[in-house]
Protein backbone atom coordinates (compact mmCIF):
# COMPACT_ATOMS: atom_id res chain seq x y z
CA UNK A 1 0.00 0.00 0.00
CA UNK A 2 0.72 3.57 -0.56
CA UNK A 3 1.52 5.97 2.30
CA UNK A 4 -1.01 7.96 3.09
CA UNK A 5 -0.99 11.96 2.49
CA UNK A 6 -2.80 14.85 2.99
CA UNK A 7 -3.87 14.31 -0.96
CA UNK A 8 -5.25 10.41 -0.13
CA UNK A 9 -7.05 11.78 2.91
CA UNK A 10 -8.89 14.36 0.66
CA UNK A 11 -9.67 11.91 -1.65
CA UNK A 12 -11.62 9.67 0.89
CA UNK A 13 -13.27 12.51 2.17
CA UNK A 14 -14.52 13.45 -1.43
CA UNK A 15 -15.29 10.11 -2.27
CA UNK A 16 -17.29 9.81 1.08
CA UNK A 17 -15.09 7.20 2.25
CA UNK A 18 -14.50 7.13 5.69
CA UNK A 19 -11.45 8.11 7.29
CA UNK A 20 -9.76 5.68 10.10
CA UNK A 21 -7.59 6.79 13.03
CA UNK A 22 -6.82 4.79 15.71
CA UNK A 23 -4.40 6.13 18.80
CA UNK A 24 -0.81 4.52 19.09
CA UNK A 25 1.64 5.22 22.33
CA UNK A 26 4.55 3.08 21.16
CA UNK A 27 6.24 1.07 18.52
CA UNK A 28 4.30 -2.25 18.39
CA UNK A 29 1.12 -0.59 18.72
CA UNK A 30 2.05 1.65 15.53
CA UNK A 31 2.95 -1.31 13.64
CA UNK A 32 -0.21 -3.05 14.21
CA UNK A 33 -2.54 0.24 13.52
CA UNK A 34 -0.85 0.48 10.54
CA UNK A 35 -0.84 -3.13 9.25
CA UNK A 36 -4.57 -2.83 10.14
CA UNK A 37 -5.14 -0.54 7.70
CA UNK A 38 -5.64 2.82 9.79
CA UNK A 39 -5.03 5.75 7.58
CA UNK A 40 -3.92 7.92 10.44
CA UNK A 41 -2.42 7.08 13.35
CA UNK A 42 -2.28 9.62 16.50
CA UNK A 43 0.10 10.09 19.34
CA UNK A 44 -3.17 11.69 21.69
CA UNK A 45 -2.26 13.13 25.07
CA UNK A 46 -4.61 10.44 25.97
CA UNK A 47 -1.10 8.72 26.71
CA UNK A 48 -1.27 10.32 30.07
CA UNK A 49 -4.08 8.31 31.19
CA UNK A 50 -4.31 5.13 29.36
CA UNK A 51 -0.22 4.58 28.99
CA UNK A 52 1.60 6.49 31.76
CA UNK A 53 -1.04 5.97 34.39
CA UNK A 54 -1.80 9.44 35.04
CA UNK A 55 -5.20 11.00 36.58
CA UNK A 56 -5.85 13.12 33.50
CA UNK A 57 -3.90 14.64 30.49
CA UNK A 58 -2.49 18.16 31.72
CA UNK A 59 0.50 16.13 33.57
CA UNK A 60 1.76 14.78 30.46
CA UNK A 61 4.87 17.01 29.00
CA UNK A 62 6.01 17.88 25.44
CA UNK A 63 9.06 16.24 26.36
CA UNK A 64 7.23 12.88 27.28
CA UNK A 65 4.96 13.37 24.48
CA UNK A 66 7.88 13.92 22.11
CA UNK A 67 9.31 10.38 22.72
CA UNK A 68 6.45 8.60 22.41
CA UNK A 69 6.43 9.85 18.97
CA UNK A 70 9.52 9.09 18.28
CA UNK A 71 9.10 5.47 18.29
CA UNK A 72 5.24 4.99 16.28
CA UNK A 73 7.14 7.42 14.08
CA UNK A 74 9.77 4.63 13.68
CA UNK A 75 6.70 2.19 12.57
CA UNK A 76 4.55 4.17 10.70
CA UNK A 77 5.66 4.73 7.02
CA UNK A 78 2.35 4.68 5.68
CA UNK A 79 -0.47 5.66 7.97
CA UNK A 80 -0.46 9.59 8.23
CA UNK A 81 0.80 10.58 11.79
CA UNK A 82 -0.33 12.91 14.13
CA UNK A 83 1.40 14.53 17.08
CA UNK A 84 -1.07 16.32 20.15
CA UNK A 85 0.23 19.12 21.66
CA UNK A 86 0.43 18.48 25.03
CA UNK A 87 -2.03 21.04 27.62
CA UNK A 88 0.48 23.99 28.39
CA UNK A 89 2.84 23.54 25.19
CA UNK A 90 0.37 25.93 22.77
CA UNK A 91 -1.75 28.31 24.97
CA UNK A 92 0.42 31.29 25.55
CA UNK A 93 0.89 32.73 22.33
CA UNK A 94 1.11 31.70 18.55
CA UNK A 95 4.96 32.24 18.61
CA UNK A 96 4.62 29.36 21.10
CA UNK A 97 2.53 27.23 19.46
CA UNK A 98 4.85 27.32 16.24
CA UNK A 99 7.85 26.40 18.59
CA UNK A 100 6.24 23.64 20.31
CA UNK A 101 4.79 22.15 16.85
CA UNK A 102 8.02 22.42 15.06
CA UNK A 103 9.59 20.54 17.52
CA UNK A 104 6.74 17.59 17.69
CA UNK A 105 7.57 17.09 13.79
CA UNK A 106 11.06 17.61 13.45
CA UNK A 107 12.21 15.62 17.00
CA UNK A 108 8.89 13.52 17.23
CA UNK A 109 8.89 12.89 14.06
CA UNK A 110 5.39 13.83 13.32
CA UNK A 111 3.80 14.71 10.17
CA UNK A 112 1.19 16.88 11.36
CA UNK A 113 0.01 18.46 14.73
CA UNK A 114 -3.10 18.68 17.01
CA UNK A 115 -4.39 21.21 19.26
CA UNK A 116 -7.67 21.63 21.49
CA UNK A 117 -9.51 24.54 21.21
CA UNK A 118 -11.80 26.36 18.08
CA UNK A 119 -12.41 30.22 17.38
CA UNK A 120 -10.12 31.48 20.26
CA UNK A 121 -7.46 29.50 18.98
CA UNK A 122 -7.73 30.51 15.55
CA UNK A 123 -4.71 32.81 15.24
CA UNK A 124 -2.58 30.49 16.85
CA UNK A 125 -3.45 27.43 13.71
CA UNK A 126 -2.82 30.37 11.44
CA UNK A 127 0.20 30.53 12.68
CA UNK A 128 1.39 26.79 12.33
CA UNK A 129 -0.42 26.18 9.12
CA UNK A 130 0.63 28.91 7.47
CA UNK A 131 4.17 27.48 8.34
CA UNK A 132 3.51 24.36 6.51
CA UNK A 133 2.65 22.63 9.22
CA UNK A 134 -0.56 20.22 8.54
CA UNK A 135 -2.92 20.39 11.48
CA UNK A 136 -5.90 19.01 13.13
CA UNK A 137 -8.43 20.18 15.33
CA UNK A 138 -10.15 19.42 17.93
CA UNK A 139 -13.37 20.85 19.11
CA UNK A 140 -16.58 19.59 21.52
CA UNK A 141 -15.16 18.00 24.37
CA UNK A 142 -11.69 19.29 24.51
CA UNK A 143 -10.26 17.05 27.82
CA UNK A 144 -7.44 19.40 28.27
CA UNK A 145 -9.77 21.55 29.89
CA UNK A 146 -12.09 19.10 31.87
CA UNK A 147 -11.80 21.21 34.95
CA UNK A 148 -13.25 24.42 32.54
CA UNK A 149 -16.10 21.78 31.54
CA UNK A 150 -17.02 20.51 34.74
CA UNK A 151 -16.14 17.03 33.72
CA UNK A 152 -15.82 14.27 30.49
CA UNK A 153 -19.95 15.25 29.48
CA UNK A 154 -21.50 15.89 26.21
CA UNK A 155 -21.20 18.68 24.47
CA UNK A 156 -23.48 21.16 22.07
CA UNK A 157 -26.69 20.15 23.95
CA UNK A 158 -28.27 23.70 23.83
CA UNK A 159 -28.92 26.15 20.55
CA UNK A 160 -26.38 28.37 21.89
CA UNK A 161 -23.75 25.87 22.60
CA UNK A 162 -24.80 23.78 19.72
CA UNK A 163 -23.94 26.90 17.34
CA UNK A 164 -21.16 28.22 19.21
CA UNK A 165 -19.45 24.29 18.56
CA UNK A 166 -20.57 25.15 14.54
CA UNK A 167 -18.71 28.63 14.48
CA UNK A 168 -15.92 26.77 16.54
CA UNK A 169 -15.52 24.30 13.81
CA UNK A 170 -15.64 26.38 11.24
CA UNK A 171 -13.12 28.86 12.85
CA UNK A 172 -10.50 25.75 13.06
CA UNK A 173 -11.56 24.86 9.51
CA UNK A 174 -10.74 28.83 7.83
CA UNK A 175 -7.90 29.23 10.15
CA UNK A 176 -6.50 26.18 7.97
CA UNK A 177 -6.57 22.78 10.04
CA UNK A 178 -7.47 19.86 7.07
CA UNK A 179 -9.51 17.69 9.89
CA UNK A 180 -11.28 18.44 12.95
CA UNK A 181 -11.82 15.91 15.59
CA UNK A 182 -15.26 16.36 17.30
CA UNK A 183 -15.70 14.52 20.44
CA UNK A 184 -18.74 13.28 22.12
CA UNK A 185 -21.39 15.69 20.55
CA UNK A 186 -24.85 14.44 19.41
CA UNK A 187 -24.95 12.34 16.48
CA UNK A 188 -27.30 14.99 14.56
CA UNK A 189 -25.42 17.74 15.62
CA UNK A 190 -22.23 16.12 14.60
CA UNK A 191 -24.18 15.37 11.08
CA UNK A 192 -24.60 18.87 10.88
CA UNK A 193 -21.65 20.21 11.75
CA UNK A 194 -20.11 18.37 9.16
CA UNK A 195 -22.28 18.90 6.27
CA UNK A 196 -21.43 22.86 7.17
CA UNK A 197 -17.59 22.28 6.99
CA UNK A 198 -15.36 21.47 3.34
CA UNK A 199 -12.55 19.28 5.53
CA UNK A 200 -13.80 16.10 7.28
CA UNK A 201 -14.74 15.84 10.45
CA UNK A 202 -12.81 12.73 12.43
CA UNK A 203 -15.80 11.67 15.01
CA UNK A 204 -15.49 9.85 18.71
CA UNK A 205 -18.62 9.83 20.46
CA UNK A 206 -20.16 11.79 17.77
CA UNK A 207 -22.43 9.01 16.47
CA UNK A 208 -21.70 7.70 12.27
CA UNK A 209 -22.26 10.50 10.02
CA UNK A 210 -18.96 12.14 10.50
CA UNK A 211 -16.33 11.77 7.71
CA UNK A 212 -14.10 9.74 9.71
CA UNK A 213 -13.52 8.19 13.52
CA UNK A 214 -11.07 7.82 15.66
CA UNK A 215 -10.78 6.16 19.34
CA UNK A 216 -7.79 5.32 21.85
CA UNK A 217 -6.23 1.88 21.21
CA UNK A 218 -5.93 0.91 24.33
CA UNK A 219 -9.96 1.68 25.40
CA UNK A 220 -10.93 -0.25 22.15
CA UNK A 221 -8.71 -2.80 22.34
CA UNK A 222 -9.90 -3.53 25.89
CA UNK A 223 -6.20 -3.50 27.43
CA UNK A 224 -7.36 -2.07 30.57
CA UNK A 225 -9.02 -4.49 33.19
CA UNK A 226 -12.88 -4.61 32.22
CA UNK A 227 -13.87 -2.78 35.32
CA UNK A 228 -12.05 0.77 34.55
CA UNK A 229 -13.97 3.45 33.78
CA UNK A 230 -15.15 3.55 29.87
CA UNK A 231 -16.89 6.19 27.95
CA UNK A 232 -20.63 5.48 26.53
CA UNK A 233 -18.94 5.90 23.03
CA UNK A 234 -15.88 3.25 23.43
CA UNK A 235 -16.78 -0.30 21.65
CA UNK A 236 -14.76 -3.27 22.89
CA UNK A 237 -13.59 -5.06 19.47
CA UNK A 238 -11.05 -7.32 21.15
CA UNK A 239 -10.45 -8.75 25.15
CA UNK A 240 -6.55 -7.93 25.32
CA UNK A 241 -6.77 -7.69 29.08
CA UNK A 242 -8.29 -11.27 29.36
CA UNK A 243 -5.90 -12.64 26.76
CA UNK A 244 -2.76 -11.26 28.15
CA UNK A 245 -3.86 -11.72 31.91
CA UNK A 246 -4.33 -16.04 30.58
CA UNK A 247 -0.87 -15.88 29.03
CA UNK A 248 1.09 -14.57 31.89
CA UNK A 249 -0.84 -16.79 34.46
CA UNK A 250 0.33 -19.74 32.25
CA UNK A 251 3.95 -18.77 32.50
CA UNK A 252 3.30 -18.10 36.19
CA UNK A 253 2.28 -21.94 36.11
CA UNK A 254 5.15 -22.93 33.65
CA UNK A 255 8.03 -21.32 35.67
CA UNK A 256 6.72 -22.75 38.88
CA UNK A 257 6.15 -26.63 37.88
CA UNK A 258 9.12 -26.16 35.67
CA UNK A 259 7.46 -26.99 32.56
CA UNK A 260 9.48 -23.76 31.19
CA UNK A 261 11.85 -23.51 29.70
CA UNK A 262 11.35 -27.05 27.85
CA UNK A 263 14.31 -28.77 26.01
CA UNK A 264 13.45 -26.97 22.75
CA UNK A 265 14.30 -23.56 24.45
CA UNK A 266 17.35 -24.62 25.80
CA UNK A 267 20.68 -24.03 24.25
CA UNK A 268 23.20 -27.02 23.76
CA UNK A 269 26.02 -27.28 25.58
CA UNK A 270 29.80 -29.00 24.10
CA UNK A 271 30.21 -32.23 26.21
CA UNK A 272 33.70 -30.87 26.66
CA UNK A 273 33.14 -27.76 28.26
CA UNK A 274 30.39 -29.64 30.60
CA UNK A 275 33.46 -32.52 32.03
CA UNK A 276 35.77 -29.72 32.56
CA UNK A 277 33.69 -27.86 34.57
CA UNK A 278 32.45 -30.69 36.60
CA UNK A 279 36.18 -32.17 37.28
O1 LIG B 1 -5.57 12.03 23.09
C1 LIG B 1 -6.29 11.36 22.31
O2 LIG B 1 -6.18 10.12 22.22
C2 LIG B 1 -7.26 12.09 21.49
C3 LIG B 1 -8.28 11.32 20.72
C4 LIG B 1 -9.20 10.62 21.62
C5 LIG B 1 -8.99 12.17 19.73
O3 LIG B 1 -7.21 13.30 21.47
NA1 LIG C 1 -5.86 14.31 23.02
Known amino acids: AKPVT ?3 LQKLYSDKVPITMLTAHN ?3 ALIAQEAGMDMILVGDSLAMVSLGMADTSEVT ?3 MIVHAKAVARAANRSFTVGDLPMGSYEISPKQALASAIRMIKEGRMQSVKLEGGEEMAATIHKITSSGIPLVGHVGLTPQRQHALGGFRVQGNTVAKAMSLLKDAQAVQDAGAFCVVL ?3 PQDIAEEVTNALKIPTIGIGAGNKTSGQVLVQIDM ?3 RPPESFMPKFVKRFSDEYTSS ?3 IRRYKEEVTSRAY ?3 EHNYKSDQRVTDA ?3
Open 6 to 8: IHS
Open 27 to 29: YPS
Open 62 to 64: LDE
Open 183 to 185: ECV
Open 221 to 223: LGT
Open 245 to 247: LNG
Open 261 to 263: PAP
Open 277 to 279: LRA
